[in-house]
């Protein structure tokens, strides 16, 4: 601990002494920052840490009524999660009060248009900013404590008329990150590995900025839940810092294309909005700032884009970066060439011309552009207000006579605990989900009592809308107009325009869960009830018998193999498709030896799960369920589906070991393990991880060339290693498979899929594909974030022949030109030896794409390119086996229907 800490501790404690006491304080005294902290917010070479942040804020709320700390529930190491509201005296003493307006104006059911505008006039603006979502992205965290400060101190015209109007929500919305990040940076300060990135250590840590629709994490859970159940803000402000250089800053307008599942006001105010900050910048000399480029707001799954669906405009910001606080000179030339002539435009209209940059300078334009959120959110607080209810009442009037009427999600469902999932995920977003209270019929289609129903006519029904539909993203090529702004618009000839993420979500069809669009009212005939809780059915154990079976159909049926193998239970599969009782299972369903657990136990872990099982009296065929010993491998570098992988397995209670580079090097790895997962990685970047330079020594490179001669060991002595999306690169030419990927060379123009929703076809007698549907579905990213790997299998004939004519050819060239070189030699030889070793590999298809038209939800250009061809691979290789996932199965833990082939390659053998 260096002497900064030393002070900042002592300052905790006797602030901690104050407030307990309730010393009251002298007006206008309050602590600023750098008297707490002992340096300025943005200071060269300083980071303040989540706890000093805390600690801070906690100091202002002992020392001023307008500043109160609130929490918002755990983070992932056990952190709370708090955050500060400010506002005038006043205010803070109604906050209830005004919460409850401003509930009341964003629900608008019950409000008509004479209490709205009443009750616009008597309200406060909610204003929420947040920082440090992602961790590595530190300004607009650190301006947090500085704008407290400013908002709780400042007598000055402009801020009176904030505290007044605005309730300022400041957050930090990445605790741990904030935390782990300052802490890394101070331990390199001043040595050669000052702004080393920080490698991936920390398991636990997944700050994302891509769960905002599924909620799947608890510091998702605490934002989504306090913003759209508690504080409905009328304007959001998510602060990033990766503007596209040499720009200072990003700031709306958005680039094209939009999400068309908003209230145009939506799309009006973000523009305003963003008008404002660029004003503001301008004002404080602060150049730099562009618009419209890159960032737009196509896919519903991020922070901004779910608030933007709960009727709050949501601002997104893009300080330029460099790494923590290190300040960095940029000169002219290091510009990309078309910005070195400073050319002014409409979104960029003052260039930056480079010099110092400093973290402080980010943290001054954070400053500078919070503000002008407030003050206009002051200045329109009536019409921020008011808009929330006119959105609200729009969308609940436009869907009680338009298509689509919402969703019908039968309580018949294959999988209901993802169904469950899916709908609390919904009812945690603030949204109406209802059940009815018997059998209905809808559009010829009968459903059971207890059937669900997700309506458009809701106040965040636009929002329903998208997450539930079949999305279309257009080809922006075929769209200019939109995104050209200059006169006369050119055709475009290059290749297709990028989401910034994924071009189609629809959650229902990637979790596996059944869902039917209403293209008609419900007739008013049916009683529904609105919830509060989606319940699967009860786990209970029926029947009679000392074989206890329960379907592999339910995703959680996997979290309940492992608490019954965790309590020491003796498990297995059944062998053929078998009928218990009046139920029928089908191949790979499991079954418990009741011999080997009381009846106690499994009764409670059918009850936590949900998974219903029948005891048979008769003996029903199995085959043994190993315990599998797994290994993830997490790189040093940052990798999100590794940290996705650890997630998926620990929320089904799969035990695993982290593996690192040194574990790979070192072998013996088959006495440790029967299963290895390499996430969605490069080749290069598992074998060379980091290279050499600004990184810390310790975390420099990768499993190196031995690592693979270790893997290869570790598969020939009979263990499994599964390779998912782009690590299957790495075994297809370190295994010798015979097997290509069929895009390894693709040009955009020919296949170009940004993240969408396909078919996907699963042979379901392969252990691999137990309990899934025939007909299913994949998640494929062909773009920038990863391409899907698509395969072609080479048979010994094939292979040969090919090599034959390759080697004929070789031998015509040798004669014509030269005498070969040691080195060319050699690679004919390597060449003769990979032949042979494919020979006698047989790669197993589990699933390939359906030959028809693919597109599901999302854009694909160029599906007859991978149709018919096989996209998961089960090939055994000497003891043991290769498992290839073509396409990415874990999917940021949004596509549980594809969850179980890496459940399932887990216990293939
Ligand atoms: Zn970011």
């Known amino acids: 601990m260096n002497d900064r800490r030393q002070v900042v501790l002592c300052l905790v404690f006797s602030s901690l002494l104050i407030s307990g006491a309730h010393v009251p304080q002298c007006w206008g005294q309050v602590t600023p920052p750098e008297e707490f902290l ?73 409000v008509p248009p004479a209490d709205a505008e009443s009750l ?15 961790e590595g992205e530190v300004s607009g965290a650190q301006q947090l404590s500085q704008l407290a400060y400013d908002l709780v101190s400042g007598e000055d015209r402009r801020t009176r008329l904030i505290r007044e109007n605005v309730l300022s929500v400041l957050v930090y919305a990445n605790p741990d990150g904030m935390t782990i990040v300052a802490d890394w940076y101070e331990s390199n300060v001043g040595t050669e590995y000052e702004v080393s990135p920080v490698p991936s250590i920390h398991t636990k840590l997944r700050g994302t900025n891509r769960d905002s629709f599924m909620s799947n994490l608890l510091e998702t859970r605490n934002l989504n839940r306090a913003t759209s159940q508690e504080w409905f803000p009328e304007i959001l402000y998510n602060a990033h810092q990766t503007a596209p250089f040499p720009a200072r800053i990003w700031i709306p307008p958005e680039a094209e294309q ?15 909005i963003g008008s404002a900050m660029g004003q503001a910048l301008e004002e404080a000399d602060q150049p730099g700032a562009i618009s419209r480029f890159g960032f737009d707001s196509w896919w519903t799954g991020y922070h901004l884009q779910y608030n933007d669906g709960h009727n709050t405009p949501s601002i997104l910001t893009e300080t330029a970066m460099y790494p923590y606080a290190t300040p960095h000179f940029y000169r002219l030339s290091d510009f990309p060439e078309a910005y070195q002539d400073l050319t002014v435009g409409v979104c960029y ?78 009812i945690l977003s603030g949204l109406e989900v209802h059940t009815a209270s018997s ?86 005939s049916v009683s529904i009830t609105l919830i509060e809780e989606a319940l699967s059915p009860p786990g209970r154990i029926t029947g009679s018998g000392n074989q206890i079976v329960f379907s592999h159909s339910d995703i959680f049926s996997y979290r309940a193999v492992n608490r019954i193998q965790e309590a020491g239970a003796k498990m297995s599969q059944v062998l053929d498709d078998v009928s218990v009782g009046q139920t029928r299972f089908s191949k790979g369903a499991f079954v418990v030896d009741g011999g080997s657990i009381s ?45 996705w992988t650890n997630w998926l397995f620990e929320e089904y209670n799969f035990p695993y070991h982290v593996l690192r580079d040194g574990e790979v090097k070192a072998g013996n790895l088959r006495l440790r393990f029967d299963v290895i997962v390499l996430p969605d990685q490069d080749a290069d970047s598992i074998l060379n991880g980091y290279r050499r330079g600004n990184i810390h020594p310790d975390y420099v490179g990768g499993i190196t060339q031995q690592g693979l001669e270790n893997l290869k060991e570790f598969v020939e002595e009979g263990g499994t290693l599964i390779c998912n999306q782009s690590s299957t690169d790495l075994a297809i030419d370190s295994f010798y498979l015979p097997v290509r990927n069929i895009l390894k060379d693709n040009k955009p123009e020919e296949f170009f899929c940004p993240g969408s929703i396909v078919k996907m076809d ?28 698509v395969f072609e299998i080479f048979s010994d004939e094939e292979e040969a022949a090919a090599a034959d004519e390759k080697t004929a050819k070789e031998k015509e060239e040798e004669a014509e030109e030269k005498e070969l070189t040691a080195e060319e030699k050699e690679e004919i030889a390597d060449e003769k030896v990979k032949r042979e070793n494919k020979r006698g590999i047989t790669p197993i298809v589990v699933s390939r794409f359906p030959d028809e038209a693919l597109l599901i939800s999302g854009k694909l250009i160029g599906g007859e390119i991978i149709r018919g061809k096989p996209a998961v691979l089960d090939i055994p290789i000497g003891n043991g086996r290769v498992v290839l996932f073509g396409f990415n199965v874990v999917n940021r833990g949004h596509t549980h229907s594809t969850f179980r082939l890496l459940f399932n390659a887990i216990y293939n053998r």
């Open 38 to 110: 002992g340096f300025k917010p943005g200071a060269d070479f300083e980071l303040i840490t989540y706890e000093q942040a805390i600690g801070y804020l906690e100091v202002l709320a002992g020392q001023t009524e307008r500043i109160q700390i609130f929490d918002m529930g755990p983070t992932a190491y056990g952190r709370r999660m708090k955050y500060a509201v400010v506002s005038s005296e006043e205010n803070m003493a109604n906050l209830d009060k005004y919460k409850e307006i401003n509930r009341k104006l964003s629900l608008a059911r019950g």
């Open 599 to 643: 009846a106690n136990a499994l009764e409670k872990i059918a009850a936590e799960t949900r998974i219903p099982m029948i005891r048979s009296s008769i003996r029903v065929k199995s085959t043994p369920l190993p315990k599998p010993r797994i290994a993830v491998y997490n790189p040093w570098v940052r990798n999100s589906n590794a940290r």
């Open 762 to 789: 699963f042979d379901t007698d392969h252990p691999l594909a137990f309990g899934m549907q025939k007909r299913g579905i994949a998640f494929l990213r062909g773009s920038r974030r990863g391409i899907p790997r």
């Open 349 to 426: 209209p003052s260039p930056w011309k480079g010099g110092w940059w400093r973290l402080g300078d980010a943290v001054a334009y954070n400053i500078t552009v919070s503000k002008a959120i407030l003050e206009l959110a002051a200045k329109y607080r009536y019409n921020f207000l008011h808009n929330k209810w006119k959105m609200a009442t729009d969308i609940i009037e436009r869907f009680e006579n338009e298509a689509p009427y919402g969703w019908i999600i039968s309580a018949d469902q294959r999988d209901p605990n993802a169904t469950a999932l899916l709908l609390n995920n919904f």
């Open 258 to 272: 939009t999400n068309f599942n908003v209230h145009p006001i939506l799309i009006r105010e973000k523009n305003l």
């Open 439 to 524: 059998v209905f019929e809808h559009e010829g289609i009968s459903y059971p009592q207890g059937s669900y129903i997700v309506q458009t006519s809701q106040p965040f029904g636009l929002y329903v809308k998208s997450l539930l539909e079949i999305q279309r993203s257009s080809d922006l090529r075929e769209y200019s107009h939109l995104w050209q702004g200059s006169v006369g618009l050119v055709e475009y000839e290059g290749p297709p325009l990028r989401e910034y993420d994924g071009a189609g979500w629809t959650l229902p069809v990637q979790m596996g869960v059944d869902s039917r669009v209403m293209s008609r009212p419900l007739d008013e």
């Open 120 to 134: 616009s006039e008597e309200g406060r603006a909610v204003v929420w900013i947040d920082g440090g979502l992602h």
